[in-house]
Structures are given as structure tokens and as C-alpha cells.
């Protein structure tokens, strides 16, 4: 033991890296609740059938894997794991055993990220990327940049990182781009067609041509609508879209702070879909958004609107806080006294009570 | 759906709880979203986009607790994501909803015991791959050399342990948690996490000087 040094203080953490992956995360996240089922009590019951299923069968690809010598990892040409490539000053070119290939431009560096026989997934740091994947091959080729992610089985395309954003072209063959810059969080390329997604700051998606070839059309900008009026019977909009989709437009446009676009998509749940089980988390979001916006009546009258949706017992609550905290900001004092008082009567052990005793002091 | 927005509603005191000469303002204390027992109870009412948010609001923490523990960043991601598959599957099952992030902590250091078991079965069928690319060293940001050498024979140290021992070690040394946190979230007692920790710590000073915080009992 080097007894010079000072000892390591716990909690060590605070050595090290502190923020996993965002792309790591987000992976997870989509296979997480794509196979959580409708019902989440019973999907484990339900993965569990899958799950052995699974295990029989992979365990006979792994059988077959290593009875036909299929090497565990993509191998570079000279038999070497790939670890990273870095180009200085000029383009560098990593060719593989199946004839695959990755060329880095000046300056720019690709690090591998996972190499299984289904996989191969690098991260793009900096700089341009071409990626030249032999057609047919066991493995999903995915290219990960900060803001996209881009997968590809047998194709020639390009990747480039920049400071604002990640541009992707394809030359043969077909991508697909994942990202959460994206109007539906993917889309296809094909040959000829290229794309740029721009940083969550610059929350502008451009197409452009690439290669000469014509480029797929895309959804035009997103117009901030004019959020509807949250009572149910208000008319239903003319372009009719799921609450999942409206809740992840309402996602995107809070992490990059446009809030009339949140406050529109999460209004069309509440008006259009007023029976969903969704609806009234999205009433309650809603209030929220409103009140961010400084907009207390409007959303006076949404958390009225969500506890006529008989909410779960913990939105309930919170939802009466909310209406609370307003009436008396508004010096609705009766109002509030009011709300309090079928507050108290509701959960009378509540976790909101110390909060609301100081907001409306209870009268003997 | 997820709550990112922390604002702090600036509401002026209600009338009877403010004197009438001076205007005296209360601030609400910044809140994310709706807490946790209300996204459990939407989600077991089949609310998927309160997954969603649970997911948000808990898979950073996670995420890195599994790989600290793992040691291995690919294997940590498929025991978060196996984590997080389990408990939303059995979230009508929890009788504190408020208590969910301790919950999936505790599904997941079970998990990570499971995977450690993994391991050691196909070393000893010789089908072992991989590599630990998520050591405490590997992991080290913003230190000198020295310490990622100290750090390095923490590493050292910590692979010839028993998985009990390493894992109550690292939730106590790395994770900072308390006697009792460590013993919630590996199941067993406090004194039986607290002699983990010490046997670990034992084998741990003996490569290097590691202070770890004093007992709260």
C-alpha cells in the first residue's frame, strides 16, 4: 500500500463519471416499455413464457455459432478486434474480415461500442464517417452520434458529426434513423437520399439532396399551434392522431422548452380522447404547462376538468393541491378553504396536508 | 411522458396567513411532475406513458449503480433494462408506491447478483467473454494518475472478492449509501451487511487506503 498518498474518501462516485449514455438510455428506454404490455401487472408473467422461450433459443443459435466457427465478434483484416479509429490530417480506413469497411475523415474518431454476432455498434465522436457494410452478413450495423442513431444491415453510407448536429447519407441500400429530433423518432433512407438532424437547440429538421438523387418528403415544420380548450366537448381537430403519439410530441417540445407546442398536443389529448385512462395525467401535465405559462384560470379550470375524471388516489391529491395553491394565489380564499376542506375529508392522511395547513390554516 | 420541468410557482400568501400593509410572498418549493406513487398508480391502471415517466425519472441512477457494480457497460444495460422489465411487470405488487425508486434498486442489485452467478457458471464452462470496461478506474473522470492507480487496485481487489462482499462494498464505498440502505437493497440484515462491508474493506486496505464514512449506529 503507497502509504504517501492520502486515503480514497467515500463516497468514491464522486470520482467518476457521473451521467451514463444518453443513447444507452434512450436504447433501453424504447425496448423497456415496447415490452411492457397494456396491462404492466401481468407482463411479467407473461415475459416469463417468452423469456424461456428465448433462452431455448438462443442457446441453440449459440450451439450452432460455435459449431460453424462463427467468430463471437467482427473481426478487423488482420484478426484484430476493432477498439477505435482516428484520423489525423488525413482519411483513415479500417477494412474487416467480411469485407466491410470504415473510413474516418480528418480529424475525426470512431470508437467500437459493443461487437456480438448479432451487432456491431460504434460511436461516432467527431468527424465524418463512411461505412461501406457487406450485404448479407449476420450482424446489425448501428452507428451511434449524440443526437441519431442509424442502423443498417448491407449498404454504403455516410455519417458526419458536427457541433450542431448529425448529417447521414446514404449511397447504397437502405438506413434507418433513429432520433428524437425526428417528427415520428424515425425514418428510412434510401439510396441517394440524405438527412440532417439538428441538435435538440436547434430544433430544425432539414432533408436536402444528396448524390443528385431526389430526398423523401417530410412533414413540414411543425406549426405551435394554439392549444384547445381543455372541456371535453370542444371540436375534435380534423388530423386525428394516437394519445401516444400526441404524448410524445408533448415530450419533445417540453425538452426543448416550447411549451404552447406541449400545451397543443397535451389540449387535443384532453379534448379528443377524454375516456383514454391517459387523459387525465395528461389534463393534470397540461395544468402544469398552463401554469408555466402564467396562464392560472385556464388551468384552474383544467385541474377542475382532471378531478372530474375521478383520477388515481395520488393524482387526485396532487391535483387538489394544485387547484389549492391557485385559488389562493388568486385570493380565492373560500375556494380554497373549500378545496382543503374535501381534502382533509379524502386523505386524511395525505402527504400534501403539512403543505396545504400552511397554504389554508385549519379552522377549529 | 416525461416531467422535465422544474418550476417554482411564485403564489402570494393566502389572505388570512399575510398581514394586510405588506404583500408577503410564498414561494412553492420547485415540484417535478406528479410523485412517484401517482405514476404507479396510473401505470397499473394501464397508463403507459407513466412508465415512461418512471423510466425517466429512475433510469439514469440505475443505470450507473449497475454499471459500478458490474463493472461491464453492455451487461449493465441488459440488467437495468431486465430491471426496469420487472419491476413495471410487477407493479401492482408494490405496497408503497412511493417507495418505486427503492424498489428497482433493490430488483436490480438482485439482478446484478443473478448475472454475477451468470458468470462464474460459463467461466468455469470456459464460454467467458467480455471485458471490464466500467472498472472504477475506466470509469475515473477528472483524476490524477495516482488516484486512478489507487482506483485501479480497488479494482483488483474487488474482482477476487465473494459477490456478496463486493457488491455491499461498493454500495457503501462508491455509492455512499447508508448501513441501512446497503442492507434494504442487497436483502439481508444490518448486521450482516455491515459484516460484508467490513470483510471487504479488510481485503480492500490491504491494496489501498479507502476511508469510509463512520457507522450511523
Same mark, same amino acid.
Given at each position: 500500500? /503507497?502509504?504517501?498518498?492520502?486515503?480514497?474518501?467515500?463516497?468514491? =462516485?464522486?470520482?467518476?463519471?457521473?451521467?451514463?449514455?444518453?443513447?444507452?438510455?434512450?436504447?433501453?428506454?424504447?425496448?423497456?416499455?415496447?415490452?411492457?404490455?397494456?396491462?404492466?401487472?401481468?407482463?411479467?408473467?407473461?415475459?416469463?413464457?417468452?423469456?424461456?422461450?428465448?433462452?431455448?433459443?438462443? =442457446?441453440?443459435?449459440?450451439?450452432?455459432?460455435?459449431?460453424?466457427?462463427?467468430?463471437?465478434?467482427?473481426?478487423?483484416?488482420?484478426?484484430?478486434?476493432?477498439?477505435?479509429?482516428?484520423?489525423?490530417?488525413?482519411?483513415?480506413?479500417?477494412?474487416?474480415?467480411?469485407?466491410?469497411?470504415? #473510413?474516418?475523415?480528418?480529424?475525426?474518431?470512431?470508437?467500437?461500442?459493443?461487437?456480438?454476432?448479432?451487432?456491431?455498434?460504434?460511436?461516432?465522436?467527431?468527424?465524418?464517417?463512411?461505412?461501406?457494410?457487406?450485404?448479407?452478413?449476420?450482424?446489425?450495423?448501428?452507428?451511434?452520434?449524440?443526437?441519431?442513431?442509424?442502423?443498417?444491415?448491407?449498404?454504403?453510407?455516410?455519417?458526419?458529426?458536427?457541433? /450542431?448536429?448529425?448529417?447521414?447519407?446514404?449511397?447504397?441500400?437502405?438506413?434507418?434513423?433513429?432520433?428524437?429530433?425526428?417528427?415520428?423518432?424515425?425514418?428510412?433512407?434510401?439510396?441517394?437520399?440524405?438527412?440532417?438532424?439538428?441538435?435538440?437547440?436547434?430544433?430544425?429538421?432539414? /432533408?436536402?439532396?444528396?448524390?443528385?438523387?431526389?430526398?423523401?418528403?417530410?412533414?413540414?415544420?411543425?406549426?405551435?399551434?394554439?392549444?384547445?380548450?381543455? #372541456?371535453?366537448?370542444?371540436?375534435?381537430?380534423?388530423?386525428?392522431?394516437?394519445?401516444?403519439?400526441?404524448?410524445?410530441?408533448?415530450?419533445?417540445?417540453?425538452?426543448?422548452?416550447?411549451?404552447?407546442?406541449?400545451?397543443?398536443?397535451?389540449?387535443?389529448?384532453?379534448?379528443?380522447?377524454?375516456?383514454?385512462?391517459?387523459?387525465?395525467? =395528461?389534463?393534470?401535465?397540461?395544468?402544469?404547462?398552463?401554469?408555466?405559462?402564467?396562464?392560472?384560470?385556464?388551468?384552474?379550470?383544467?385541474?377542475?376538468?382532471?378531478?372530474?375524471?375521478?383520477?388515481?388516489?395520488?393524482?387526485?391529491?396532487?391535483?387538489?393541491?394544485?387547484?389549492?395553491?391557485?385559488?389562493? #394565489?388568486?385570493?380565492?380564499?373560500?375556494?380554497?378553504?373549500?378545496?382543503?376542506?374535501?381534502?382533509?375529508?379524502?386523505?386524511?392522511?395525505?402527504?400534501?396536508?403539512?403543505?396545504?395547513?400552511?397554504?389554508?390554516?385549519?379552522?377549529? | 411522458? +416525461?416531467?422535465?420541468?422544474?418550476?417554482?410557482?411564485?403564489?402570494?400568501?393566502?389572505?388570512?396567513?399575510?398581514?394586510?400593509?405588506?404583500?408577503?410572498?410564498? &414561494?412553492?418549493?420547485?415540484?417535478?411532475?406528479?410523485?412517484?406513487?401517482?405514476?404507479?398508480?396510473?401505470?397499473?391502471?394501464?397508463?403507459?406513458?407513466?412508465?415512461?415517466?418512471?423510466?425517466?425519472?429512475?433510469?439514469?441512477?440505475?443505470?450507473?449503480?449497475?454499471?459500478?457494480?458490474?463493472?461491464? +457497460?453492455?451487461?449493465?444495460?441488459?440488467?437495468?433494462?431486465?430491471?426496469?422489465?420487472?419491476?413495471?411487470?410487477? *407493479?401492482?405488487?408494490?405496497?408503497?408506491?412511493?417507495?418505486?425508486?427503492?424498489?428497482?434498486?433493490?430488483?436490480?442489485?438482485?439482478?446484478?447478483?443473478?448475472?454475477?452467478?451468470?458468470?462464474?457458471? *460459463?467461466?468455469?464452462?470456459?464460454?467467458?467473454?467480455?471485458?471490464?470496461?466500467?472498472?472504477?478506474?475506466?470509469?475515473?473522470?477528472?483524476?490524477?494518475?495516482?488516484?486512478?492507480?489507487?482506483?485501479?487496485?480497488?479494482?483488483? &481487489?474487488?474482482?477476487?472478492?465473494?459477490?456478496?462482499?463486493?457488491?455491499?462494498?461498493?454500495?457503501?464505498?462508491?455509492?455512499?449509501? +447508508?448501513?441501512?440502505?446497503?442492507?434494504?437493497?442487497?436483502?439481508?440484515?444490518?448486521?450482516?451487511?455491515?459484516?460484508?462491508?467490513?470483510?471487504?474493506?479488510?481485503? &480492500?486496505?490491504?491494496? &489501498?487506503?479507502?476511508?469510509?464514512?463512520?457507522?450511523?449506529?
Amino acid at each position: 500500500m /503507497n502509504s504517501d498518498r492520502p486515503p480514497l474518501q467515500a463516497p468514491l =462516485a464522486r470520482l467518476l463519471e457521473s451521467s451514463p449514455a444518453r443513447p444507452a438510455l434512450q436504447r433501453m428506454r424504447a425496448r423497456v416499455l415496447a415490452r411492457t404490455r397494456q396491462d404492466p401487472g401481468r407482463a411479467w408473467k407473461f415475459g416469463l413464457g417468452w423469456g424461456l422461450a428465448t433462452t431455448v433459443v438462443v =442457446a441453440a443459435a449459440v450451439f450452432v455459432f460455435q459449431s460453424q466457427g462463427v467468430p463471437a465478434s467482427l473481426l478487423t483484416r488482420d484478426g484484430q478486434e476493432f477498439r477505435d479509429l482516428s484520423a489525423h490530417g488525413t482519411v483513415a480506413t479500417q477494412h474487416f474480415a467480411d469485407g466491410s469497411s470504415l #473510413s474516418i475523415g480528418a480529424s475525426g474518431r470512431v470508437v467500437a461500442l459493443s461487437s456480438t454476432p448479432q451487432e456491431f455498434s460504434v460511436l461516432l465522436e467527431r468527424g465524418r464517417l463512411d461505412v461501406h457494410v457487406v450485404p448479407g452478413g449476420p450482424r446489425r450495423w448501428v452507428v451511434e452520434g449524440k443526437w441519431a442513431r442509424v442502423e443498417v444491415v448491407g449498404t454504403r453510407f455516410f455519417v458526419e458529426r458536427r457541433p /450542431n448536429g448529425i448529417s447521414v447519407g446514404v449511397s447504397e441500400g437502405v438506413v434507418v434513423v433513429r432520433s428524437a429530433q425526428l417528427p415520428e423518432g424515425v425514418m428510412r433512407l434510401a439510396a441517394g437520399q440524405s438527412l440532417d438532424v439538428l441538435s435538440p437547440t436547434h430544433p430544425v429538421i432539414e /432533408n436536402r439532396p444528396s448524390l443528385g438523387a431526389p430526398t423523401l418528403p417530410l412533414e413540414p415544420p411543425q406549426a405551435i399551434r394554439k392549444a384547445l380548450d381543455p #372541456s371535453p366537448k370542444a371540436p375534435v381537430a380534423a388530423h386525428v392522431r394516437s394519445v401516444t403519439d400526441l404524448l410524445d410530441e408533448a415530450d419533445r417540445a417540453r425538452a426543448r422548452g416550447a411549451w404552447p407546442e406541449a400545451e397543443g398536443a397535451l389540449a387535443r389529448i384532453v379534448a379528443e380522447y377524454p375516456t383514454d385512462a391517459r387523459s387525465s395525467l =395528461a389534463g393534470y401535465g397540461l395544468g402544469v404547462v398552463q401554469l408555466r405559462r402564467g396562464k392560472q384560470m385556464v388551468a384552474l379550470e383544467t385541474f377542475e376538468w382532471v378531478l372530474g375524471q375521478r383520477p388515481p388516489r395520488s393524482l387526485w391529491e396532487d391535483t387538489l393541491l394544485r387547484l389549492i395553491e391557485l385559488h389562493a #394565489s388568486l385570493g380565492q380564499m373560500d375556494r380554497a378553504a373549500e378545496r382543503a376542506a374535501d381534502y382533509r375529508a379524502r386523505f386524511p392522511e395525505g402527504r400534501h396536508q403539512l403543505t396545504i395547513a400552511r397554504l389554508v390554516p385549519q379552522t377549529p | 411522458m +416525461s416531467w422535465p420541468l422544474a418550476f417554482a410557482v411564485v403564489l402570494p400568501a393566502p389572505a388570512a396567513a399575510r398581514p394586510t400593509s405588506t404583500l408577503v410572498e410564498l &414561494v412553492v418549493p420547485a415540484r417535478q411532475g406528479p410523485s412517484d406513487a401517482s405514476l404507479v398508480e396510473c401505470a397499473v391502471a394501464g397508463d403507459r406513458a407513466a412508465l415512461g415517466t418512471l423510466y425517466d425519472r429512475h433510469a439514469e441512477r440505475t443505470l450507473l449503480r449497475v454499471t459500478r457494480l458490474l463493472g461491464r +457497460s453492455a451487461e449493465a444495460e441488459d440488467v437495468t433494462q431486465d430491471a426496469f422489465l420487472i419491476a413495471f411487470g410487477d *407493479l401492482g405488487t408494490l405496497r408503497d408506491p412511493e417507495r418505486f425508486g427503492a424498489w428497482l434498486l433493490q430488483i436490480a442489485v438482485r439482478q446484478v447478483h443473478r448475472r454475477f452467478r451468470k458468470r462464474r457458471l *460459463l467461466e468455469r464452462l470456459g464460454m467467458a467473454w467480455g471485458e471490464s470496461d466500467a472498472s472504477l478506474q475506466a470509469l475515473a473522470n477528472g483524476v490524477d494518475a495516482e488516484t486512478q492507480l489507487q482506483l485501479a487496485r480497488v479494482d483488483a &481487489v474487488l474482482g477476487g472478492l465473494a459477490t456478496e462482499l463486493r457488491i455491499a462494498w461498493i454500495l457503501r464505498a462508491v455509492e455512499g449509501c +447508508s448501513l441501512g440502505e446497503v442492507a434494504d437493497q442487497t436483502g439481508c440484515s444490518l448486521a450482516t451487511a455491515k459484516r460484508r462491508i467490513a470483510a471487504a474493506q479488510a481485503a &480492500v486496505r490491504k491494496a &489501498v487506503a479507502v476511508e469510509l464514512p463512520e457507522d450511523e449506529s
